[in-house]
C-alpha cells in the first residue's frame, strides 16, 4: 500500500503561467492557458494554475517552500494568508472510495494523479473565494448597521464604486477561474477517471460551496442596489435644494432691482 500527500497552496491571485513555463524549460504533462503539470519522477509533480493555486504531490515541506519562493517573480498580487489544503492519495486494491482527508485508488497514473490535484486546486480555491465574498458581506452589514442607527450611509459615492469594482471582480475571477461546471476533457473517455472526477466533486462539495458563494455575492448585489439608490436620491435632494435656493437668489435679485 503507497500513500502520497497533495498540498494545494493558494500563493497569489494570478500566476503568469508563460513566465513560469519559460523559467522551467521542461516537458510538461499538461500545458493551456490555465495550467502547467510537471512530473519529476516517483509520483512527484507539481501543477501550476493561473488562478494563483499551486498543488504539490509527494513533495516535502523543503521542496515546496523553494518551489514557491522560486515563482515568486510570477506572481501577480501575492497572498500572503497562507491558504492551504492538504489530502492523500492512497493506492490499495478494491474499489474507489472517498474518505474525509483520503482518497483511496486501486489505480495511480498521471492522470488519476492530475484529477484528483484539479479537484483539490478547485477546492482551495473555493475557501479563497469564500473569504473573499464573506469580507465583502461583513463590511456591507456594517455599512447596514450605520444606516440603521443613523439614517444615513457611512460611505461616500467614490467609496461606494470601488466597493462594487472589488464586488465585480470577485464574480469575475470565480466566472473565469472555476471549472466545476465543465469536466476536464481527460475524462471524457475513461469511465474510471469520470467516476474519480464525478466523485472528488461530491466529497469536497464542489457545487454546494459555489452556490453559497454565489448567494452571498447575490446579497451583495441586492445591499449595493439599495445603497445606490439611498445615493442618487440625497444626489438629486441636494440638486433640488441647490435650484431652489438659486431660484430664489433670482428672485431676490429682481426684487431688489425694482425697488432700488
Known amino acids: 500500500m503507497k500513500t502520497i500527500k497533495l498540498s494545494a497552496l493558494v500563493v497569489a491571485n494570478q500566476l503568469d503561467l508563460k513566465g513560469?513555463?519559460?523559467?522551467?524549460?521542461?516537458?510538461?504533462?499538461?500545458?493551456?492557458?490555465?495550467?502547467?503539470?510537471?512530473?519529476?519522477?516517483?509520483?512527484?509533480?507539481?501543477?501550476?494554475?493561473?488562478?494563483?493555486?499551486?498543488?504539490?504531490?509527494?513533495?516535502?515541506?523543503?521542496?515546496?517552500?523553494?518551489?514557491?519562493r522560486t515563482i515568486a517573480p510570477y506572481m501577480k498580487m501575492p497572498n500572503e494568508q497562507g491558504l492551504r489544503d492538504d489530502h492523500e492519495i492512497t493506492v490499495q486494491e478494491g474499489e474507489l472510495e472517498f474518505e474525509f482527508d483520503q482518497l483511496i485508488v486501486d489505480r495511480l497514473d498521471a492522470k488519476v494523479m492530475r484529477i484528483a490535484m484539479?479537484?483539490?486546486?478547485?477546492?482551495?480555491?473555493?475557501?479563497?473565494?469564500?473569504?473573499?465574498?464573506?469580507?465583502?458581506?461583513?463590511?456591507?452589514?456594517?455599512?447596514?448597521?450605520?444606516?440603521?442607527?443613523?439614517?444615513?450611509l457611512s460611505i461616500n459615492r467614490k467609496n461606494m464604486l470601488k466597493f462594487i469594482g472589488r464586488a465585480l471582480n470577485t464574480q469575475n475571477d470565480i466566472a473565469d477561474n472555476i471549472y466545476i461546471f465543465d469536466a476536464p476533457e481527460l475524462v471524457w473517455d475513461d469511465e474510471y477517471l469520470d467516476k474519480l472526477h464525478k466523485g472528488l466533486m461530491k466529497h469536497f462539495d464542489l457545487r454546494v460551496r459555489f452556490s453559497e458563494i454565489e448567494y452571498t455575492l447575490r446579497i451583495i448585489?441586492?445591499?449595493?442596489?439599495?445603497?445606490?439608490?439611498?445615493?442618487?436620491?440625497?444626489?438629486?435632494?441636494?440638486?433640488?435644494?441647490?435650484?431652489?435656493?438659486?431660484?430664489m437668489v433670482e428672485v431676490l435679485n429682481l426684487i431688489i432691482s425694482k425697488l432700488f
Open 20 to 68: 513560469i513555463k519559460a523559467f522551467m524549460d521542461l516537458k510538461t504533462l499538461a500545458d493551456s492557458s490555465s495550467e502547467l503539470l510537471y512530473s519529476f519522477g516517483n509520483d512527484k509533480y507539481q501543477y501550476f494554475f493561473n488562478y494563483g493555486v499551486v498543488v504539490f504531490a509527494n513533495c516535502s515541506e523543503e521542496e515546496i517552500k523553494v518551489a514557491v
Open 118 to 152: 484539479f479537484n483539490l486546486a478547485q477546492s482551495v480555491a473555493l475557501d479563497f473565494y469564500h473569504q473573499i465574498s464573506e469580507t465583502l458581506l461583513t463590511e456591507i452589514r456594517g455599512f447596514s448597521r450605520v444606516l440603521e442607527t443613523t439614517g444615513k
Open 221 to 247: 448585489e441586492d445591499n449595493l442596489s439599495v445603497f445606490r439608490e439611498i445615493s442618487n436620491q440625497s444626489e438629486n435632494t441636494m440638486l433640488e435644494r441647490i435650484i431652489v435656493v438659486l431660484i
